[in-house]
């Protein structure tokens, strides 16, 4: 099973900004389509991003979920192994544990088709 790591959260005021990093150590990420979940405490994991493989033509590059289209952007840098998700105008609702995940595409179903491998998460915390 591959490993992710991801960092960058932490507590940041309403309207703040992170940018959140998924590394892998032990394989070649941008083979990789790579997902953001974020989970809230009490609630049910959801799917907020999903950058697809660097080789995969075949549909949009980048999702994004409707509650965070134009507040976040997903990326990746292929020299450092690294994907990374900038999320803006935080709100309190964004509060969260943040994962990544990897899978082959994400195709048009990506928010909930299995990913292969997870992160451990990194907690954001939007508050005053």
């Known amino acids: 099973q591959l490993q992710l790591v991801e960092s960058g959260g932490g507590l940041v005021q309403p309207g703040g900004s992170l940018r959140l990093t998924c590394t892998a150590s032990?394989?070649?990420?941008?083979?990789?389509?790579v997902g953001w979940f974020r989970q809230a405490p009490g609630k049910e994991r959801e799917g907020v991003s999903c950058?697809?493989?660097?080789?995969?033509?075949?549909?949009?590059?980048?999702s994004y979920a409707d509650s965070v289209k134009g507040r976040f952007t997903v990326s990746r840098d292929n020299a450092k192994n690294t994907v990374y998700l900038q999320v803006n105008s935080l709100e309190p609702e964004g509060t969260g544990v943040y994962y990544c995940?990897?899978?082959?595409?994400?195709?048009?179903?990506?928010?909930?088709?299995?990913?292969?491998?997870w992160g451990q998460g990194t907690q954001v915390t939007v508050s005053s």
């Open positions: 995940a990897s899978a082959r595409y994400c195709g048009t179903n990506w928010r909930r088709r299995p990913y292969d491998s």
């Open positions: 950058i697809s493989n660097s080789d995969d033509t075949s549909g949009d590059s980048e």
């Open positions: 032990e394989f070649i990420l941008r083979y990789y389509a």
